[in-house]
């Protein structure tokens, strides 16, 4: 990978800060084992990444140890229409989620902003030869030059992925779809969008139930939106889902088909030394997850990452700054739309480091443990194959250090919104813009990149 | 690397047709400018003439006359967020019956309440400003524009409890009126819905570390804020209200005949105190230079165009209309007709045929006119 970056560099080095829009990467996610990872862009299409099994006795410098190489690549979504509302409906894949695999194919669910897919990614690296009655282009033989018959035997033949859709749910939602989210009943899933939930069977398309409805008689009374739901990990009637006033709301399924009163709430009181204006839109949820064990919660909104105990409804347990230098900017972030950002956040496979994005390339870590963290840049020019990353700082004060950065110079383009912790092990993706980077924790410490 | 960018961030789902939200904010902003260089009279409570006072730089109760132009900064490159120093409206407000008598305590409240004031009705333009460039070709996104609503209400409630309370800071229309009646601001934090008493509460755009010599008190600015008046005519705390008033007294800022805009109901509440209340915002208001003045409140016009007094009041009594201009059809872009609901601001902002303009300073002036003429027919010579 690194010679591919070289190459490109020289051949392409006056396009390589022209971004197109539809290669900005607007989604990244794990399967369950860890060994696919797929993108999803503005641009509608899907990449999945496949890790190179460990090649086992060779050097350990030079081998490809677990990277992660393309796949396959298809287009998910197309550009489309509204023609009742005369508004286009942008083919950027939202969210991507795996199914447990249950067989050789993988499959996925991918969505854009109305419209949920179901993809079946097979291989295949045989195919049978040996047809009596065709040839090996696949025309008909002519029969009387048949003076035998064979059984045709599978041969293996180079490696194809086939993606195929399998399912298309469409026409569930008025809004638009911001998460989704498979059960862990293997069978079915659910889909939010700004105003409405619902779940839907992975074999049926055309009907879903609506499980949560959060749109009021009259649109002008509307002050809330959901955010972000996911289903419990464990628990297959348990989803919470997250508002644009910054609560939680965690729904029993088994109380009631439609789950518009919450079996719990969660809440953290506001600051009344912190009020402003802007209070509202910064306390607003932008992604939520569980943690593996089911037990905890992380949220993300604007200026911090908050842990939640199911238990405990009154407020987090823990909370982490992530850039709590940007809260004297608010009016500016307010003024270019940055106060806006839906920033990801994601668990580590034992649930004792969280992470999360911020600008200017950078990324931050918590451990949860000593609660410190440490702030990870995301760029290509600092970051060389197998090179060990370096701590980033902001300068807010204090004795300035070499290389930090100043506030007012933070580029809030290169925003770290989308990223993706491997299930098992210290393996992070994380999406700035158009690229992506992977980094693995380990003792040479390398890290790929890829366009 | 360009810290702020030109261009919306990579993740908007807006395709912007129309002048970016940060070029509006900008032409905001130089309008602003342009107001806070207009010399202009008058803190002095005796009424005329006197020359501009600026709050000395190491006691915010002294004040001397100061005879440059005083500049705004601005931080970070936010446009429409001045550098001023706003930080809390912590100084303490009495309510004076001899009207004429305003202590430094409470001028050095009007200074700064004028200065929030300001920073807030900038961020209302900039609010709306983003609500009106969602009518897009991709339908805008919902929860993006539910907080700017949201933030659009709070500030309009904000303003409806303080414009019963503010401080009026000017008086002088070429000396028809005298501003007899000033209602100086009590504590603001008689506001209902605030529990907490600390003004720090007011630190709505915090700008901490601001420092004293920076605030800016010119009248002009002072004067941008006379949208948050009209509170008399309606103590009601209901959005659709303020919205109204809001409206009407913004338009109300030809400089002839400064009588107060009875234009809103309960008329029953009204009493003389509130009346020059409110004709004191009119002069206030009056003073700054009409054309620019209406370029940049020519985008909240009144959509109203027709003629008298009796139309305008109908319409702003026209309660609930069959069709309300559904948060729902703003929000994806579609133009309804123009009706007067608690959206109806907003709806001025984007004529229902052609683009949005933002200055049309003809229409401007003859709103102004109507209101004019109705206002003297109101009020009485």
């Known amino acids: ?451 | 690397m360009k810290p702020w960018p030109a261009v919306c961030p990579s993740n908007c789902s807006v395709r912007p047709l129309a002048p970016s939200p940060a070029q509006l904010a900008a032409w905001l902003q130089s309008q602003h400018t342009e107001l806070s260089t207009f010399t202009h009279c008058n803190l002095a409570p005796s009424g005329r003439g006197a020359a501009p006072l600026i709050q000395h730089p190491a006691s915010k109760h002294a004040y001397v006359a100061h005879h440059q132009r005083t500049e705004v900064t601005r931080v970070l490159g936010c446009h429409s967020c001045c550098r001023i120093d706003m930080f809390s409206k912590g100084t303490k407000r009495k309510f004076s019956d001899d009207g004429d008598e305003i202590s430094d305590e409470s001028l050095a409240g009007a200074q700064v309440s004028s200065s929030y004031s300001l920073q807030r009705q900038s961020l209302l333009d900039m609010s709306l400003i983003k609500l009106q460039l969602c009518h897009m070709l991709v339908e805008p996104n919902l929860c993006r524009s539910v907080l700017i609503a949201n933030t659009v209400r709070q500030i309009q409630e904000e303003m409806t409890h303080d414009g019963t309370w503010q401080v009026v800071t000017e008086t002088f229309c070429g000396g028809s009126q005298s501003p007899s009646e000033r209602l100086v601001a009590t504590e603001v934090l008689c506001r209902s819905r605030e529990q907490d008493a600390e003004p720090k509460l007011f630190s709505v755009l915090s700008y901490e570390g601001c420092r004293e010599e920076e605030v800016v008190t010119d009248e002009t600015l002072c004067s941008v804020s006379v949208s948050d008046t009209a509170s008399d005519v309606c103590l009601s705390e209901s959005a659709r209200h303020c919205w109204e008033r809001d409206e009407f007294v913004e338009v109300d800022r030809d400089d002839e005949a400064c009588e107060s805009s009875r234009l809103g109901p309960g008329d029953d509440d009204d009493d003389d105190d509130n009346d020059d209340d409110e004709v004191d915002e009119e002069e206030e208001s009056s003073r700054v230079d009409p054309k620019t003045m209406g370029q940049v409140f020519g985008t909240f016009e009144i959509k109203n165009s027709a003629p008298g007094p009796d139309s305008a009041l109908e319409e702003l009594f026209s309660d609930v209309d069959a069709s309300y201009y559904d948060l729902d059809t703003m929000l994806t872009g579609i133009q309804s007709a123009p009706k007067m609901g608690p959206y109806d601001l907003l709806d001025s902002l984007a004529p229902s045929h052609g683009p949005p303009s933002i200055g049309s300073p003809s229409n401007c002036r003859s709103d102004l006119n109507e209101l004019d003429h109705i206002m003297e027919i109101i009020v009485g010579s």
Not at chain 1, 130 to 153: A, C, F, H, M
Not at chain 1, 208 to 213: E, M, Q, T
């Open chain 1, 1 to 451: 990978m690194g010679e591919d970056g070289e190459s490109s560099k020289l051949n392409h080095s006056f396009l390589r800060d022209y971004v197109t829009e539809a290669d900005v990467i607007s989604t990244v996610e794990f399967n369950q084992t860890g060994d696919l990872l797929a993108t999803g862009d503005k641009g509608g299409r899907v990449v999945i990444f496949r890790r190179e099994p460990e090649v086992k006795g060779e050097e350990e410098e030079l081998a490809e140890v677990g990277e992660y190489n393309v796949y396959s690549t298809f287009q998910s979504h197309e550009p489309d229409f509204d023609y009742l509302k005369s508004l286009e409906i942008e083919e950027k894949i939202n969210k991507i989620r795996w199914l447990p695999q249950q067989n050789a194919a993988h499959f996925l669910l991918s969505t854009n902003d109305k419209t949920i897919k179901l993809w079946k990614v097979s291989e295949r690296d045989r195919r049978p030869e040996g047809y009596n009655l065709k040839d090996e282009e696949g025309r008909l033989k002519d029969i009387s030059t048949v003076t035998s018959l064979q059984v045709p035997v599978l041969k293996p033949t180079d490696l194809m992925v086939e993606v195929r859709p399998r399912r298309v749910f469409a026409n569930g939602h008025t809004y638009h779809v911001n998460s989704i989210s498979v059960n862990s009943d293997g069978e079915t899933y659910l889909s939010a969008d700004d105003l409405r939930i619902n779940m839907w069977h992975l074999d049926i398309t055309d009907r879903s139930f609506n499980i949560v409805d959060i749109k009021p008689v009259n649109m002008e009374d509307l002050t809330e939106v959901i955010t972000a739901a996911e289903f419990h990990p464990h628990h297959c009637h348990l989803f919470i889902y997250s508002s644009s006033k910054g609560t939680l709301r965690l729904c029993d399924m088994r109380a009631s088909a439609l789950c518009d009163r919450h079996a719990k709430i969660f809440e953290e009181p506001e600051d009344p030394g912190n009020r402003s204006f802007f209070s509202e839109i910064i306390s607003s949820v932008s992604d939520v997850k569980f943690s593996h064990s089911g037990r905890y919660l992380l949220t993300r909104d604007y200026l911090t990452v908050k842990v939640w105990d199911l238990n405990m409804e009154k407020g987090p347990v823990e909370t982490y700054q992530v850039h709590e230098y940007l809260r004297s900017k608010l009016c500016s972030l307010y003024e270019n739309d940055c106060i806006f950002d839906k920033f990801e956040c994601v668990w580590n496979s034992t649930d004792s480091v969280i992470m999360t994005g911020a600008y200017n390339s950078f990324f931050r870590m918590f451990d949860r443990e000593t609660g410190r963290g440490v702030t990870l840049e995301a760029w290509r020019e600092s970051s060389k194959p197998r090179a060990v990353l370096r701590t980033r700082r902001v300068y807010t004060g204090g004795r300035r250090r070499r290389g930090d950065v100043g506030v007012d110079s933070l580029d809030f383009t290169k925003k770290i919104l989308h990223m993706a912790w491997h299930p098992e092990e210290n393996i992070i993706a994380i999406a700035a813009t158009n690229n992506l980077y992977i980094f693995q924790d380990r003792v040479n410490s390398e890290n790929t990149e890829n366009q």
